[in-house]
């Protein structure tokens, strides 16, 4: 006589943790805790309270990029959908609700301090990564259910959200902020952390899988390995890639929106520039006396 199957408890799934695979949840909750995701988690927070004091300091988003800023709010709103669905720890609900809250907030910045943006350096072309991305997340989710796609979705995304702040950098001429620097490199830095906890974890559980964390994990930390390459030594094996690639699409681009729409991204960004140049000398010329 076979015996019954054993009850097994039912432990919620948190998104900042997915599980794929035989392991067993008592066991991943058990390693999951562990010293490289609380670093990660923190440097993370750091990262976003330097870019908040650097742009409330400055009262400018110079040196930032906008396009970084919108995908980083995409990764919250759809991976920690999860905040309705079940009860969750309060360290887990403090840092979702900080991060989706300060994405809004930044962006939210971008429209105070608008004049301030360097349209000219953020040239990454968005649809080059969403689009991939949005096809790589029904290919590869493991479920085909809302919150998984959505999950699978901002796994992906956050593997190419500091792309388009890496290409800002490599546009960058002149001297370049210090915050804005150290936001980059503790934002990156988080990712290295984390991919120290799925090794940890890979480690201490054999049958541990999460695909799609991985490979947005890797592809951030070979972007993140090559800009500390360039910032440091001035050597890079993908600048070069990377700013061909984002000139060739911005041109095809381009084309396409003269045709459709007769004008183009580079024309109306040069207009705007022209009208910045100008509202910032009126404002240098000395005040007359009323």
């Not at 490289?36 to 990262?47: A, E, I, Q, S, W």
């Not at 990454?124 to 699978?152: D, H, K, Q, R």
């Amino acid at each position: 006589m076979e015996k019954p199957p054993q009850a097994v408890a039912k432990v919620a799934v948190d998104s900042m943790d997915k599980l794929h695979g035989d392991t067993n949840f008592a066991t991943l909750a058990e390693h999951s805790w562990n010293i490289f995701r609380y670093v990660g988690d923190y440097l993370h927070l750091f990262g976003i309270l330097v870019l908040l004091g650097t742009i409330g300091k400055n009262k400018s988003v110079a040196g930032i990029s906008r396009s970084t800023q919108f995908l980083y709010f995409l990764v919250f709103i759809t991976r920690y959908l999860d905040l309705f669905d079940h009860s969750q720890t309060a360290y887990l609900v403090f840092f979702k609700l900080t991060y989706i809250g300060t994405s809004i907030l930044v962006l939210g910045l971008f429209m105070q301090f608008d004049s301030t943006y360097e349209r000219r350096n953020d040239t990454c072309n968005l649809g080059v990564i969403l689009v991939p991305c949005v096809i790589a997340a029904f290919v590869l989710t493991n479920e085909y259910s809302f919150m998984e796609i959505l999950w699978t979705f901002s796994e992906f995304i956050e593997g190419f959200a500091m792309v388009p702040q890496y290409i800002f950098c490599y546009r960058e001429h002149g001297t370049r902020d210090w915050g804005a620097g150290l936001y980059v490199i503790s934002l990156g830095s988080y990712r290295v952390f984390y991919a120290l906890n799925w090794i940890y974890k890979k480690y201490q559980m054999p049958h541990y899988s999460d695909i799609q964390s991985w490979i947005g994990g890797i592809i951030e930390i070979l972007f993140f390995a090559d800009f500390l390459s360039y910032r440091f030594t001035g050597n890079s094996w993908l600048r070069s890639m990377v700013l061909t690639v984002d000139t060739k699409i911005n041109e095809i681009s381009d084309k396409v929106e003269l045709k459709v729409l007769g004008t183009s991204r580079t024309e109306r960004m040069a207009t705007e520039g022209g009208e910045i140049r100008r509202r910032r000398k009126l404002d240098e010329q000395p005040m007359e006396d009323v």
